[in-house]
């Protein structure tokens, strides 16, 4: 598979993302500037997490705008992947892409702390590898990753099993307060995944945790 990697102004993950496929899955990857407009010749695309835009006026709402997104939903709406990782699950969502909406953490201050996910569908790219209530730990790392939906969203996501991951259940489990502990969602043809916390960040050892490799293997077909 031959990965985009999509760079918007403000983003910070880009190279944590591009060093897990180039140098520890050792598949080609590209970096994608936000104003270009043509990802035909990618296989998979990455919206890595940061602060695009500074989050000025919302999270993910100018970036929304940008040139590329409308290559990225053309070739979401064709099947091709589409992972949105933090500030890339923000910006799927004020692009259309995924339902819902992320307000600030019901802690109101920045999050930076390791959670445990559990993995709640596998019937997905994503997580077909994985087992339905797998544990997984990576960190999260924001402000507005409290996800929100109505009832009758929340409602079709359990229906159509289009939760990819939630926080586990207990005390500290579900940290910035989302509605029935959602940590990740698809889309009705299951090729685009949003997540706020990340798997880029738990993909050697050396970071505490290898745990988020395995989304990126699943992704691939190599587990």
């Not at 445990?116 to 790219?125: C, F, P």
């Not at 209530?133 to 969203?153: R, V």
């Not at 706020?196 to 745990?211: I, Y």
């Amino acid at each position: 598979m031959h990965f985009a990697v999509i760079v918007f102004p403000g983003s910070n993950c880009d190279h944590d993302a591009y060093h897990v496929f180039q140098h520890i899955l050792d598949v080609p990857v590209d970096f994608v500037w936000h104003k270009e407009n043509d990802l035909k010749k990618f296989d998979a695309i990455l919206i890595p997490g940061g602060f695009s835009y500074g989050d000025y006026l919302r999270t993910g709402a100018i970036a929304r705008f940008s040139p590329i997104m409308e290559s990225v939903i053309k070739e979401a709406k064709a099947g091709k992947p589409v992972f949105g990782i933090c500030n890339g699950f923000q910006i799927l969502i004020e692009s259309g892409l995924l339902p819902g909406a992320l307000i600030v953490n019901q802690a109101v201050r920045f999050l930076s702390q390791n959670v445990t996910l559990e993995v709640a569908t596998t019937d997905s790219i994503y997580t077909k590898s994985l087992k339905r209530g797998q544990k997984l730990t990576m960190p999260i790392a924001h402000k507005q990753g409290n996800y929100i939906a109505d009832e009758d969203t929340l409602k079709m996501l359990a229906d159509e099993d289009r939760v990819a991951f939630r926080y586990s259940k207990g005390k500290d489990g579900n940290p910035n307060g989302s509605m029935e502990r959602i940590a990740g969602i698809m889309n009705e043809k299951r090729n685009v995944l949003g997540m706020m916390p990340h798997p880029e960040r738990a993909a050697e050892s050396v970071l505490g945790s290898e745990d988020g490799l395995k989304i990126f293997k699943s992704m691939m077909g190599l587990a």
